[in-house]
């Protein structure tokens, strides 16, 4: 059988690549934000594995190379879901705890909800527009319902596609209230 002869310091640097995309990628997830202690944690274990690759990585067997960096790898993939996990944990277990508790507590109209169902608004339209109509701020609903800015407006622009106003958030309440 041929062996292929391999290079450890090339394979060293290949992981060194690969890690500094993840650092690229953990920069881009949380331009807009500060980073904070969720993205410190992923960020220090790829920085001292880096240093660990270039610096003596290229010193050890490839079956060591790949276990070390497999396992932290491992470890800085889960370090970067955590926040996913804890921010959405409700939502994917079907309950509806992220919702606030103004929203709970206060029902809509009969007539609100017997409107929203002629217009044919499926829920998330449904939750956006309660949200709305309570004089939240695009940007807050979107924190609120764990979606993008940019969905809670699509959301909106199919809302007053489907009941038929003009862009204007008044006319859409004065509508669904009537």
Known sequence: MLQLPYHSHVVSWLFVAFELLLIIY?????????????????????SLLMMWNGGFGYTINLFDLVGVNTIALMVVVMLMALPLFFKNRAA??????????????????????????????????????VLSRKGWKNKKIAETLFISERTVEGHLRNIYLKVGCERSKLALMNKLNS
């Open 26 to 46: 953990l920069y881009i997830r949380s331009y807009p934000n500060k980073f904070n202690l969720q993205n410190w944690l992923p960020l220090i274990v790829l």
């Open 92 to 129: 994917w277990f079907g309950k509806q705890d992220y919702l606030p508790k103004d929203l709970k507590n206060t029902e809509p109209s009969d007539s609100f909800m017997e409107n929203c169902l002629k217009y044919g608004l499926s829920s998330r339209e449904v939750e956006v527009v």
